[in-house]
Antibody, heavy 116, light 111 residues
């Protein structure tokens, strides 16, 4: 059974940093692109970033370029999102998702709240 | 990359059919046969319902179907049931640099 479990969310002040993790199981993690998708409270889904199987290609939505870094550790079956210079508008539930030319499996999400 | 356009809300009675539209551009929906649809119940993660425009994952009811014409994709739910009440999002591949663009979401109410 495919499982994706996010962790690392919490309350952080504007300008602060947070590192999200996503633990994958039930599939060959190293064979898939992976994505982070977020959802602000009461709002729709927004794709944030993705990473190729071997980590050699990474893409970001414009609003997080230069502030967020996506990475992965295939030996640990884990995906990460390092978030720096956080802003109030980054407040959202962050989901990790497996890519297969669509986003076929999603984690339960982790809430990031940016507030003073 | 702009979001895809969906109606904010649709409604229908049990047993009826409804269709949700998703309008993009020639750079996303119109260029790729990679539109997917997601169902999201309150407080839950999105669930894949349709991929590659019209394919259903294993376990998804055949009451859900998808189609595409030009720059507009559609999700049709037939034989509406109470448990279909949820938010629905379309998503399209839009090229490698900004691969995934979502619609704003449609709230389905089963009357």
């Amino acid at each position: 059974e495919v499982q994706l479990v996010e962790s690392g969310g919490g309350l952080v002040q504007p300008g602060g940093s947070l590192r999200l993790s996503c633990a994958a199981s039930g599939f060959t993690f190293s064979s898939y692109w992976m994505s982070w998708v977020r959802q602000a409270p009461g709002k729709g889904l927004e794709w944030v970033a993705n990473i190729k199987q071997d980590g050699s290609e990474k893409y970001y939505v414009d609003s997080v370029k230069g502030r967020f870094t996506i990475s992965r550790d295939n030996a640990k079956n884990s995906l990460y999102l390092q978030m720096n210079s956080l802003r109030a508008e980054d407040t959202a539930v962050y989901y990790c998702a497996r890519e297969a030319w669509h986003l076929d499996y999603w984690g339960q999400g982790t809430l990031v709240t940016v507030s003073s | 990359q702009s979001a895809l356009t969906q109606p904010a809300s649709v409604s229908g009675s049990p047993g009826q059919s409804i269709t949700i539209s998703c309008t993009g551009t020639s750079s996303d929906v119109g260029s790729y046969n990679l539109v997917s649809w997601y169902q999201q119940h309150p407080g839950k993660a999105p669930k894949l319902m349709i991929y590659e425009g019209s394919k259903r994952p294993s376990g998804v009811s055949n009451r859900f179907s998808g189609s595409k014409s030009g720059n507009t994709a559609s999700l049709t739910i037939s034989g509406l049931q109470a448990e279909d009440e949820a938010d629905y999002y379309c998503c399209s591949y839009a090229g490698s640099s900004t691969p995934w663009v979502f619609g704003g979401g449609t709230k389905l109410t089963v009357l």
